[in-house]
């Protein structure tokens, strides 16, 4: 529809859009000398037409009340962009920025194109600006709140991301708060750790999780423990972080490239292996400026490494190789450390520099004193401190990287309890250091208090145990309503056999029990079906064949009296899945039975293992618990191929602990049950409660997660059941698997014959 403005000068049915606008802002002077400015700029770029189109835009722009300085800005940009853009792009620019103006207000409008021209190099073609205005006029008008919060962090956006995965990136925001206005504007300023986790995903973060594992043997290896790492999707950190016992990775390092990534991975958790096993005090900060806290971290990384290549010289290459500050007379604070670091790391390293020689002599003299002894460093920081302070070379706290790459950025090192009150350089660094170490605790470290309800499921890992990782597995996130990829981590745990006397008596007692289920199991009868069509006799129609009779008659020809359908069973042809929650809850008692709920639920898998033995039915069975998205842990009990006598000893030594990530377990269950070439293939679940973990706060995230794996099952053509042991976990099951695919069990006393009757239900159709 022609805007009213436009129609009040319709009389002068001849006069181009540019004369029309021209003759409305007679009344305003400096605009109107402005708009003929850019009106003569734009004629000299582009045909007539295409002109009358501009004028056209920002008529249509002025109606919308934007105002003089919208106006100017536009303009402005356009002085930048010709003559290198074209009239699509240029059209885009003025329709993305009318939008925005309508929907956001054209204060907001203004500064996203200023946001936008501050980006613009002379003679653009302007096609990318155009689409990051077009994707910012879409998110004004869904959630016109979310564009001024996004405009405060614009740079770091644009800056990690195209345009396709801006637009990607908003999507996830607008999923992931869809009516929370405050957590929306959080989520576009870059002020919540999920908007900076999925920037970096979004920009094709290299990621930690393929390497994990390996590092992890690694370093148990060489220095007999596991490192204990978080990815962390902070904007402010570009270096590894000690944080206590953890090591914190940025989820994204801008300058290393792919092909170097397993090398550097390997070099950071090891190089933050050397300060868990040598680092044994964190060094007092006192009235350290930051120029020496900066050195004594430089300093303490050359002797922990070195102490480290005492024992296994290899790691010199490794790290060796990482370091490439190359000599130089150059006297700044970045390249004084980088050669520094890397003359100490080599000793083959020449450079003139008179401070660096000093620097490695005397660090090298102390060295060869006493090694283990760290008091040394703070010391030699202090001299060599005090020399750049009499060279006048400034340094710069805030924007000091530490080189090279692999190498943290000293703050974990630091007891900053102790730091002087009047030390204000150093205390801005100790505000940084506890935010991201709030972010460590968020981000699910041992630090981290549980949520009152998961107090009694969650138990740190023990020492000692070590899983197998067998599988990354994604999961749905509900509310981005998208996949993360790799997002949980599968390890195999073998089961410890416990004394099977006790279990063996528990089933001669269940004789009934067991004749019940024995008689139940027999008389299923779930054969593979095979259609025999063409048939003389049968018990259906072939409608293919009846309608080619018909045919046949009406043609008035001989028809093919074989019209009928006749079905014969082959024999049984299905597998059973089963996984065994055994988290912590499952210790409870059952009401006057004397036994708990995961010995009742292994009494049950006991008896129907007994049963399906005699029948022929291919039968598995896994137990399954969680602590926390890296360590979802599995426990096999009986592989397709074993009698079920082999699950006796590791059913009678489970042990309920941890949590239950429910999903993960549903994934690796259905992959190890889709492989089986069978007619009919079924998954059931045996849990007590709705799933729940130590790093995750929303139990409907991991209920809608647990939805999403089922789903996807079924897509594979497995039938997918649950039994419930509980009201509450009735109703959760429901949630899940659909209400009739959940077999409630109210009395757990009753799951062993309950557990054989759902067998039956489902192989008897």
């Given at each position: 529809?022609?805007?009213?403005?436009?129609?009040?000068?319709?009389?002068?049915?001849?006069?181009?859009?540019?004369?029309?606008?021209?003759?409305?802002?007679?009344?305003?002077?400096?605009?109107?000398?402005?708009?003929?400015?850019?009106?003569?700029?734009?004629?000299?770029?582009?045909?007539?037409?295409?002109?009358?189109?501009?004028?056209?835009?920002?008529?249509?722009?002025?109606?919308?009340?934007?105002?003089?300085?919208?106006?100017?800005?536009?303009?402005?940009?356009?002085?930048?962009?010709?003559?290198?853009?074209?009239?699509?792009?240029?059209?885009?620019?003025?329709?993305?920025?009318?939008?925005?103006?309508?929907?956001?207000?054209?204060?907001?409008?203004?500064?996203?194109?200023?946001?936008?021209?501050?980006?613009?190099?002379?003679?653009?073609?302007?096609?990318?600006?155009?689409?990051?205005?077009?994707?910012?006029?879409?998110?004004?008008?869904?959630?016109?709140?979310?564009?001024?919060?996004?405009?405060?962090?614009?740079?770091?956006?644009?800056?990690?991301?195209?345009?396709?995965?801006?637009?990607?990136?908003?999507?996830?925001?607008?999923a992931l708060h869809p009516a929370d206005r405050r957590r929306r504007a959080a989520y576009f300023r870059l002020a919540d750790a999920a908007a900076r986790q999925r920037l970096a995903e979004?920009?094709?973060?290299?990621?930690?999780?393929?390497?994990?594992?390996?590092?992890?043997?690694?370093?148990?290896?060489?220095?007999?423990?596991?490192?204990?790492?978080?990815?962390?999707?902070?904007?402010?950190?570009?270096?590894?972080?000690?944080?206590?016992?953890?090591?914190?990775?940025?989820?994204?390092?801008?300058?290393?490239?792919?092909?170097?990534?397993?090398?550097?991975?390997?070099?950071?958790?090891?190089?933050?292996?050397?300060?868990?096993?040598?680092?044994?005090?964190?060094?007092?900060?006192?009235?350290?400026?930051?120029?020496?806290?900066?050195?004594?971290?430089?300093?303490?990384?050359?002797?922990?490494?070195?102490?480290?290549?005492?024992?296994?010289?290899?790691?010199?290459?490794?790290?060796?190789?990482?370091?490439?500050?190359?000599?130089?007379?150059?006297?700044?604070?970045?390249?004084?450390?980088?050669?520094?670091?890397?003359?100490?790391?080599?000793?083959?390293?020449?450079?003139?520099?008179?401070?660096?020689?000093?620097?490695?002599?005397?660090?090298?003299?102390?060295?060869?004193?006493?090694?283990?002894?760290?008091?040394?460093?703070?010391?030699?920081?202090?001299?060599?401190?005090?020399?750049?302070?009499?060279?006048?070379?400034?340094?710069?706290?805030?924007?000091?990287?530490?080189?090279?790459?692999?190498?943290?950025?000293?703050?974990?090192?630091?007891?900053?309890?102790?730091?002087?009150?009047?030390?204000?350089?150093?205390?801005?660094?100790?505000?940084?250091?506890?935010?991201?170490?709030?972010?460590?605790?968020?981000?699910?470290?041992?630090?981290?208090?549980?949520?009152?309800?998961?107090?009694?499921?969650?138990?740190?890992?023990?020492?000692?145990?070590?899983?197998?990782?067998?599988?990354?597995?994604?999961?749905?996130?509900?509310?981005?309503?998208?996949?993360?990829?790799?997002?949980?981590?599968?390890?195999?745990?073998?089961?410890?056999?416990?004394?099977?006397?006790?279990?063996?008596?528990?089933?001669?007692?269940?004789?009934?029990?067991?004749?019940?289920?024995?008689?139940?199991?027999?008389?299923?009868?779930?054969?593979?079906?095979?259609?025999?069509?063409?048939?003389?006799?049968?018990?259906?129609?072939?409608?293919?064949?009846?309608?080619?009779?018909?045919?046949?008659?009406?043609?008035?020809?001989?028809?093919?009296?074989?019209?009928?359908?006749?079905?014969?069973?082959?024999?049984?042809?299905?597998?059973?899945?089963?996984?065994?929650?055994?988290?912590?809850?499952?210790?409870?008692?059952?009401?006057?039975?004397?036994?708990?709920?995961?010995?009742?639920?292994?009494?049950?898998?006991?008896?129907?293992?007994?049963?399906?033995?005699?029948?022929?039915?291919?039968?598995?069975?896994?137990?399954?618990?969680?602590?926390?998205?890296?360590?979802?842990?599995?426990?096999?009990?009986?592989?397709?191929?074993?009698?079920?006598?082999?699950?006796?000893?590791?059913?009678?030594?489970?042990?309920?602990?941890?949590?239950?990530?429910?999903?993960?377990?549903?994934?690796?269950?259905?992959?190890?049950?889709?492989?089986?070439?069978?007619?009919?293939?079924?998954?059931?679940?045996?849990?007590?409660?709705?799933?729940?973990?130590?790093?995750?706060?929303?139990?409907?995230?991991?209920?809608?997660?647990?939805?999403?794996?089922?789903?996807?099952?079924?897509?594979?053509?497995?039938?997918?059941?649950?039994?419930?042991?509980?009201?509450?976990?009735?109703?959760?099951?429901?949630?899940?698997?659909?209400?009739?695919?959940?077999?409630?069990?109210?009395?757990?006393?009753?799951?062993?014959?309950?557990?054989?009757?759902?067998?039956?239900?489902?192989?008897?159709?």
């Amino acid at each position: 529809m022609v805007p009213a403005s436009l129609r009040l000068s319709a009389p002068d049915e001849g006069a181009h859009s540019g004369d029309v606008l021209a003759r409305r802002l007679a009344g305003r002077p400096e605009l109107a000398a402005r708009f003929a400015a850019a009106r003569l700029l734009v004629a000299r770029h582009v045909e007539v037409a295409d002109a009358d189109m501009w004028a056209g835009s920002v008529a249509a722009l002025y109606d919308a009340n934007a105002g003089p300085a919208l106006l100017e800005a536009l303009w402005s940009l356009e002085t930048r962009l010709l003559p290198g853009t074209s009239v699509p792009a240029l059209l885009a620019l003025w329709s993305a920025t009318r939008t925005l103006c309508r929907h956001a207000g054209a204060a907001v409008a203004r500064r996203a194109v200023e946001a936008v021209a501050a980006r613009v190099h002379y003679g653009e073609d302007g096609a990318h600006l155009a689409a990051v205005l077009r994707i910012l006029a879409g998110l004004a008008e869904r959630a016109a709140d979310a564009v001024a919060p996004l405009l405060d962090a614009f740079d770091d956006i644009v800056d990690a991301v195209d345009a396709s995965g801006l637009e990607a990136w908003i999507a996830d925001g607008l999923a992931l708060h869809p009516a929370d206005r405050r957590r929306r504007a959080a989520y576009f300023r870059l002020a919540d750790a999920a908007a900076r986790q999925r920037l970096a995903e979004r920009a094709g973060a290299i990621r930690y999780a393929p390497h994990e594992e390996r590092l992890r043997k690694v370093t148990r290896a060489l220095f007999g423990f596991e490192p204990e790492v978080r990815v962390i999707a902070d904007r402010g950190l570009r270096r590894t972080r000690l944080a206590g016992g953890l090591l914190l990775m940025p989820a994204r390092f801008t300058d290393l490239p792919a092909a170097e990534a397993p090398t550097t991975f390997e070099a950071a958790v090891l190089h933050a292996a050397c300060h868990r096993a040598f680092t044994t005090t964190r060094f007092a900060v006192g009235r350290m400026k930051p120029v020496q806290l900066a050195l004594v971290a430089l300093l303490e990384d050359a002797r922990v490494e070195r102490l480290a290549t005492r024992r296994y010289p290899g790691l010199a290459r490794l790290w060796g190789g990482l370091h490439h500050a190359p000599a130089s007379r150059i006297q700044t604070i970045p390249s004084l450390f980088a050669r520094l670091a890397r003359g100490l790391a080599d000793p083959a390293f020449a450079d003139g520099d008179g401070w660096i020689a000093k620097a490695r002599r005397l660090f090298d003299d102390a060295f060869a004193a006493d090694p283990a002894q760290q008091s040394f460093v703070p010391e030699i920081a202090r001299v060599i401190g005090h020399d750049l302070g009499q060279l006048r070379i400034p340094f710069d706290a805030k924007g000091y990287v530490v080189q090279p790459l692999y190498r943290d950025d000293g703050l974990g090192l630091f007891d900053w309890a102790e730091t002087d009150p009047e030390n204000a350089d150093a205390l801005e660094l100790m505000v940084e250091a506890a935010r991201i170490r709030e972010e460590e605790v968020d981000a699910g470290s041992s630090d981290a208090p549980a949520e009152p309800g998961e107090r009694a499921r969650a138990q740190p890992r023990a020492e000692d145990e070590e899983g197998t990782l067998i599988a990354l597995h994604p999961e749905w996130h509900h509310r981005l309503r998208a996949e993360q990829p790799d997002h949980v981590t599968v390890r195999l745990y073998p089961a410890a056999e416990g004394a099977t006397d006790p279990l063996r008596a528990r089933l001669a007692v269940a004789r009934g029990v067991r004749a019940r289920i024995d008689a139940l199991v027999r008389r299923a009868r779930l054969d593979r079906p095979t259609r025999l069509r063409r048939r003389m006799q049968g018990d259906d129609l072939d409608l293919e064949a009846a309608q080619e009779a018909m045919q046949a008659l009406r043609l008035r020809e001989m028809p093919d009296p074989r019209i009928h359908m006749a079905k014969h069973r082959q024999g049984r042809d299905v597998a059973l899945m089963l996984l065994l929650d055994i988290s912590q809850s499952t210790a409870d008692p059952v009401a006057g039975e004397g036994e708990t709920v995961l010995s009742t639920a292994a009494l049950s898998v006991a008896l129907l293992g007994e049963a399906l033995a005699g029948l022929g039915d291919p039968f598995a069975a896994d137990a399954f618990a969680s602590n926390g998205r890296a360590d979802v842990r599995i426990t096999p009990l009986k592989n397709f191929d074993e009698r079920w006598e082999a699950a006796l000893p590791r059913l009678a030594g489970l042990q309920p602990a941890y949590s239950t990530r429910l999903g993960a377990a549903l994934r690796h269950g259905a992959a190890r049950l889709a492989s089986r070439a069978h007619h009919r293939r079924v998954l059931v679940v045996v849990t007590d409660g709705e799933p729940s973990d130590i790093d995750v706060e929303e139990s409907e995230y991991l209920i809608e997660d647990a939805k999403h794996a089922v789903a996807r099952a079924r897509g594979q053509g497995l039938d997918v059941f649950c039994v419930a042991l509980g009201e509450a976990a009735d109703k959760a099951g429901a949630a899940m698997f659909g209400r009739r695919n959940t077999f409630g069990v109210t009395r757990v006393s009753e799951l062993p014959q309950r557990l054989a009757a759902l067998y039956y239900q489902l192989t008897v159709r």
